[in-house]
């Protein structure tokens, strides 16, 4: 749906609402003066640029006449009147809320900045992609074949308890045994030995969790699959390949992107530091710092 046809519906809603509008004995609305909530007027063009800024999601919803009268009145009308309601009440000079809106806007401030100064920064070139790939191979040298067993459970008060018993030290496979909802709990959850590739797409995160096991006996995070909620533990690894450069060439497009906007953030925030007059009161920071030590010995 495109930003056109939005307009398009908002468009009609407004002339179908225009016909309506109106009570006897109330001052008339201007001409493109769409609602008027106590002393505050809301244009055609306001709700226009409301209704911009929702999420995809709530974009979806102004398909149609009821669903933009709805954000009419649900969302722009009753926001604005609990918000009048709230002045009111004086919420508008609450300090603690004051002091949230002032940290909100110097984080958005500073995001825009860092946005910016970031800008064309971190986008890494072919080369340099190649180049880490080439002198980092052992990261991608992986087992060609890796023998995995798995505890899998299909609800979480039961994941937890496997956990809980498997962090007391209890036997993985007499854990599967007794849980797995599979046939693999004849076997203490033996899957045998896997290759990259051999599972189907769904089991993408299942595959990666178990090639990413370094030792053997070391055991994953919890994965998700359509089957149910899994722990894999190596059991062991046959030969070695390298996996090819199209296959992780992504991933570390993504991690030279990062590492590149981190170094990129803590060279201007140095930069900014040295053009500034930054002093501290080392005796006072003395005090504090003794006064935390008390503290955290008063807790313990």
């Known amino acids: 749906m495109t930003k056109g046809w939005i307009f398009v519906g908002i468009s009609l809603f407004f002339a179908l609402l225009a016909a309506g509008c109106g009570k006897p004995g109330e001052k008339e609305l201007g001409k493109n003066e769409l609602v008027r909530i106590n002393e505050l007027s809301i244009s055609v063009e306001d709700f226009r640029q409301i209704s911009e800024k929702q999420p995809l999601e709530g974009k979806m919803r102004l398909l149609d006449e009821k669903g933009i009268r709805d954000f009419l009145e649900n969302y722009v009308i009753t926001r604005e009147v609990l918000y009048q309601e709230a002045k009111k009440k004086g919420f508008d000079k609450n300090k603690e809320i004051l002091a949230k809106v002032e940290d909100f806007r110097k984080a958005m ?14 986008e890494p070139a072919e080369e340099e992609i190649q180049r880490y790939y080439r002198e980092n191979k052992s990261l991608f040298t992986e087992p060609l074949e890796v023998k995995i067993r798995h505890i899998v459970v299909n609800s979480e008060p039961v994941l937890k308890e496997v956990l809980t018993r498997l962090s007391r030290g209890e036997s993985f496979e007499k854990l599967a045994y007794a849980y797995n909802i599979d046939q693999t709990r004849d076997d203490g959850g033996n899957l045998g030995y896997l290759r990259r590739g051999q599972l189907a797409p769904s089991f993408a995160q299942f595959e990666e969790a178990a090639f990413s096991l370094m030792k053997k006996g070391d055991m994953s995070e919890v994965v998700r699959t359509p089957y149910g909620y899994h722990i894999i533990r190596l059991d062991d690894t046959r030969e070695t390949a390298l996996r090819p450069f199209d296959q ?50 008063e807790k313990k």
């Open 109 to 122: 401030i500073i995001d825009a900045l860092i946005e910016e100064v970031l800008r064309g920064k971190s």
């Open 248 to 297: 992780v060439k992504e991933k570390i497009r993504f991690f030279l992107q990062a590492k590149k906007k981190q170094e990129a953030y803590l060279e201007y925030v140095k930069e900014a530091k040295s053009k500034s007059a930054i002093l501290i009161n080392e005796k006072l920071w003395a005090q504090e710092e003794l006064k935390g030590a008390k503290s955290k010995e």
